[in-house]
Nanobody
């Protein structure tokens, strides 16, 4: 089992940057693909980025490609999401999640979720 705790959210102006962190517990962390998702008020949770267990493969939603970077440090049980050139439409609660299933872009295939961290981008 994996427990996940996100941090690093906050209020930032458009064009600014934030770095989200996700701390994972459990000795099997390095076996999991990890993902970041977000949910804005009144909208469904959507895929943002994912990284394979080894860190060799990364995946991004088209809306964040070129602006966001996902990374992980298996020695520290940490996953990160560096968010640059933020836009008001990036405002949402951001969630970290873990899965061992293929196709890491699908919400329903993730088994473990954090509590979320709020990101607000002002115009």
């Amino acid at each position: 089992q994996v427990q996940l705790v996100e941090s690093g959210g906050g209020l930032v102006q458009a064009g600014g940057s934030l770095r989200l962190s996700c701390a994972a517990s459990g000795r099997t962390f390095s076996s999991y693909d990890m993902g970041w998702f977000r949910q804005a008020p009144g909208k469904e949770r959507e895929f943002v980025a994912a990284i394979s267990w080894s860190g060799r493969s990364t995946y991004y939603a088209d809306s964040v490609k070129g602006r966001f970077t996902i990374s992980r440090d298996n020695a520290k049980n940490m996953v990160y999401l560096q968010m640059n050139s933020l836009k008001p439409e990036d405002t949402a609660v951001y969630y970290c999640a873990a899965t061992m299933k293929p196709i890491p872009t699908i919400v329903a295939l993730y088994d473990y979720w954090g509590q979320g961290t709020q990101v607000t981008v002002s115009s």
